[in-house]
């Protein structure tokens, strides 16, 4: 997975439309053949730098820009079906209160990357995938023969032939023990526009917003702005190298 920065909304608006750039992918943060965040991206109409995370397993981003919609964690209730998730899941018939819990599952983990190493920073980007696709990212893993980073992600030390439901020890599992603690006021969530229920034609990501601000207040600030994409890859909220 990955993420970006900026908007195109009206200064009082809480919601709009950013146009967004990645910057070139960390070559020393590579799991299984996949580029893993934080990545650093652009604001193409400012130039200014923002940090984003992907939360997407299923699709791809590239290096051309593109267009995407925002909405701030705090408001994220009131907007759930503007989201690629939210959108998918309530189309599914789940709940609200499950899709929220969902990403804010996605947004501990989140927050939690921002203070690893890379090494470690791995193991939660497929976590913070798996909140939301967590069949593919075993399977994916199963692939690599990576028992490892199953174990750690889903854990229960079955290596990779256990299901994808989280068991103790996991990274995933500890999300969802822990999430409802966390702060998100400083996320924001990018969602490619024109996404279908079998896709997007990029990932959609958290933006983190500049430290000392919150995200809404930050979107207030913001004005009028758009930015475009890097190329990220397949399925994970990742960009990847090619396998």
Do not use: K
């Amino acid at each position: 997975m990955l993420a970006v920065e900026l908007f195109c909304l009206a200064p009082a608006a809480v919601a709009g439309n950013v146009n967004m750039a990645l910057n070139d992918p960390p070559s020393n943060n590579i799991m299984d053949n996949v580029y893993v965040g934080p990545y650093n991206a652009t604001n193409t109409d400012t130039g200014a730098s923002m940090q984003v995370i992907c939360d997407d397993f299923r699709d791809e981003s590239n290096y051309n820009t593109y267009t995407y919609t925002q909405v701030s964690f705090s408001n994220l209730g009131s907007s759930l079906g503007s989201t690629l998730w939210g959108s998918t899941l309530l189309h599914q018939g789940d709940s609200q209160n499950y899709i929220m819990g969902l990403y804010e599952q996605a947004a501990w983990l989140a927050e939690g990357m921002l203070t690893l190493s890379s090494g470690q920073q791995a193991y939660y980007a497929f976590a913070l995938w798996a909140v939301f696709d967590p069949s593919d990212v075993l399977n994916y893993l199963r692939s690599f023969g990576d028992t490892s980073a199953c174990n750690a992600i889903f854990g229960g030390h079955q290596n990779c032939s256990s299901s994808s439901v989280a068991q103790a020890g996991g990274i995933l599992f500890n999300a969802q023990q822990n999430y409802m603690n966390g702060d998100y006021s400083n996320l924001i969530i990018l969602t490619p526009t024109g996404c279908s229920l079998t896709g997007c034609d990029v990932q959609e990501f958290f933006m983190v917003a500049p430290e000392g601000g919150s995200a809404l207040l930050y979107l207030l600030l913001a004005g009028s702005v758009c930015f475009r994409v890097v190329r990220q890859s397949r399925r994970s909220g990742r960009v990847m190298t090619s396998v």
